[in-house]
């Protein structure tokens, strides 16, 4: 077994961190590499370094739904590009952070039910009610779920990992780490796969 | 034998044409499709689409360099930032097209010349005299490629080629067509090798 790890830092409003999401725990699996959730908030990074979304230039958002959806085809995984973009996700990377800190074994389904609510389903997640529906129906409490959100120490806990982002060179989302080795984009994926060194054998 | 073609629209002072120019034409000679040069001027795609390089965001800048050479390295091709980048392409630019009018044999010989002297031998092209040592050394006279650089015939057939480009919704360098298929940067030539369909047989 190896004791790599591959750090996440994703936004659940980035389609390519979704995409990503989709793929990283097989990669990690067949490396026998760990996969570290890291929330971060893509608005802080873009303004912390002066980055910006793909769509604030208008032939680069175009293209941008043709290769997103190039890649789900590829990886066979569903993707529907939401129609509320760009959601604010303060509120849902907060909660995942606050799940992190406070009800772990419950972080992997949240995690799925909003990346799907986002990318399959086309939810407007920057409705609470909304949110609210898609956490019920994950078997989630969502009161205890957004609970969680108004913690000074949840608050602070997504601040630190969005400067530490971008103190370690992240620009955008998905951002992965190998060690010192950062790979921006769920298109470097196979370079996330081959950091990890040969397929771990049984 | 295949009647596909690939476009592909590139400029000298982009470092991700240069690691395109390296693998398409293996790509197309092994798919039987015929590549097409598209000299264009990246600044004026940017200057049209509001686009701007990756080095306006220094975070992303860095990142740049560790990614070209990760890809550079994954070709098997020799690659160095050139240490006066950005350079001015312009003349550089109209030189090729006006090759193509005018010289299309020595095409190809010129292109070579070029983009080893931006991106192998981090050659200072912004300076007549440098070009002019650069060509002279690939068996190219200085004077008669420069001479094509003032023609209006020469600055009009890239000023059209750069607004087609734009027109069908380039934003940046390089960037291919496969028919009506859009394919931006170096990073998606394994998509351009999957929409040329399946390897001739001879």
């Known amino acids: 077994m190896s004791s790599q790890t591959v750090e996440f830092f994703f936004d659940f409003g980035s389609p390519a961190s979704y995409l990503a999401w989709t793929q990283l725990p097989a990669i990690c699996s067949a490396a026998g590499a760990t996969l570290v959730y890291r929330p971060m ?7 912390a370094t002066g980055n910006a979304s793909p769509i604030t230039v208008p032939a680069k958002g ?7 959806a190039r890649f789900a085809q590829r990886y066979g995984v569903p993707m529907r590009f939401n129609p509320h973009f760009p959601i604010n996700t303060l509120a849902l990377m907060r909660a995942a952070v606050g799940l992190q800190l406070h009800d772990p074994a419950r972080f992997d389904t949240y995690v799925t039910a909003v990346f799907r609510a986002m990318w399959v389903d086309g939810r407007n997640m920057a409705d609470p009610a909304v949110v609210a529906e898609v956490l019920a129906r994950a078997g989630l409490d969502p009161q205890a779920v957004l609970a969680l959100t108004g913690e000074a120490a949840v608050k602070d806990a997504l601040k630190s990992s969005t400067e530490e982002a971008v103190r370690r060179g992240a620009f955008g989302a998905p951002t992965m780490f190998v060690g010192a080795q950062m790979f921006f984009g769920q298109d470097r994926l196979d370079f996330v796969r081959e950091a990890l060194g040969p397929t771990a054998q049984p």
């Open 62 to 68: 175009k293209y941008m739904l043709t290769d997103l």
């Open 41 to 47: 908030l893509l608005g802080g990074v873009f303004q």
